[in-house]
């Protein structure tokens, strides 16, 4: 098991992280220095250089890097549609225990 | 204590549905929160009852769709609180009125009708409401310099830090002692517009210290009624008073038994810091 959960779920099983559109994106940076978690990658010899290193150490649900990007390069999953997979998943979990 | 009311009925004395307004309206003024108006003296001398108008909500119930009793109240530009219409009540339990007053247990079923929507509709503005708590108890534990605060009961939590506390069918939204500590002075307030409809984990505005900007996750879903406008000159009552005056959003809640699947209790909450603050460096 992961030690990472969100509500009980594994952190791993919830798509939940950054995503970049590099048409957009003008390699400003403003999104690792702003991200506190360490979910970005900056790699000076790769194209582009900016990664999404840790998709998982994004705190689900939190959209403030896609904030500070100016040229609006950075999205999100679904929020309602994260939130019903979160909650499908807790109820197959309780499910599961008590039939065991 | 239930406020004061008064009931200025229809005056349909010939037929069934005014009749109806008028055994309503008798038996609303059985309670001693309630003043009868009659529409007639109402119109010849509104003097009369300038007293009771200024000091209670006005109750219209009208007997048919000519509307005599809300058409009146109109004309003299009193402020209705409260209305309900005999005829719409009776076709929505598909009873037919007629016209000649008669005693039936219809007529009865539709008098009960009536008086259960003005007193259902007293309750809901009763709980649409926000009652502040006469006082909040803490629980906290300390991680290096840190005393860290959780309320004893009363709040729920996402595991974003943000905070709800229910009173009746409104809440009121704000972040924890966790992350008001972590930002330090909290410099800005950005709040969401009034009336916004919003999902639960949608965000409901942000905080921002010298360090960060924080964006508020709602715990719940809803519509926001109402936002701490205090703090527009005061955001350092989010330090200071995390869980109570500085709140920062009030709420109608859509379905909070529903939000609450997501969502920890207080002593949860604890339990969920104090391995939080353990495993990243504060």
């Known amino acids: ?18 995503r970049i559109d590099f048409t957009k994106c003008n390699d400003c940076m403003d999104c690792v220095k702003f991200c506190p978690h360490q979910v970005f990658d900056v790699d000076e010899n ?38 019903k997979m979160i909650k499908a998943i807790r109820k197959a979990e309780k499910e599961a225990a008590k039939n065991e | 204590m239930s406020e004061l009311r008064c009931v200025l009925p229809c005056n349909g004395l010939d037929k069934c549905a005014g009749d109806l307004s008028r055994r309503a309206a008798l038996e609303l003024a059985q309670s001693e929160n309630a003043a009868l108006i009659c529409p007639v003296l109402l119109n010849q001398n509104r003097s009369r009852y300038e007293k009771v108008l200024a000091d209670a909500n006005l109750t219209v119930i009208d007997g048919c769709n000519t509307r005599c009793a809300s058409k009146l109240a109109g004309d003299l530009e009193l402020s209705i609180n409260d209305k309900v219409n005999v005829s719409e009540v009776a076709k929505a339990l598909e009873i037919k009125l007629g016209v000649d007053i008669q005693e039936s247990d219809d007529n009865r079923a539709v008098v009960q009708a009536v008086l259960a929507k003005i007193n259902s509709s007293a309750a809901d503005q009763a709980e649409s409401e926000f009652i ?109 008073s995390p869980y109570e005056k500085g709140w920062l959003v009030e709420v109608k809640l859509r379905d909070f038994s529903e939000d609450q699947d997501l969502l920890h209790d207080c002593p949860a909450y604890f339990e969920f810091l104090q391995r939080k603050v353990t495993e990243i460096d504060v």
């Open chain 1, 46 to 83: 790769a194209k582009p250089k900016l990664s999404v290193k840790n998709p998982n150490n994004c705190v689900v649900f939190c959209r403030a890097c896609a904030k500070t990007c100016g040229p609006d390069a950075i999205s999100f999953p679904d929020k309602p549609e994260t939130t």
């Open chain 2, 132 to 240: 502040e708590p006469e006082a909040v108890e803490y629980n906290s534990f300390s991680h290096g310099k840190f005393i860290f605060k959780v309320p004893q009961n009363n709040y729920f939590f996402n595991e974003n830090d943000c905070w709800v506390t229910v009173s009746g069918k409104m809440a009121r939204v704000g972040v924890s002692d966790y992350v008001q500590q972590n930002l330090s002075d909290i410099l800005y307030v950005d709040p969401p517009e009034i009336g916004d409809e919003f999902e639960q984990f949608d965000d409901l505005g942000s905080i921002e210290s010298s360090k960060a900007v924080f964006e508020i996750v709602s715990p719940v879903s809803g519509t926001v009624v109402a936002v701490n406008t205090s703090l527009n000159d005061a955001p350092e009552q989010v330090n200071e």
């Open chain 1, 1 to 18: 098991m992961s030690e990472s959960t969100f509500m009980g779920v594994e952190r791993d099983r919830i798509d939940w992280s950054p």
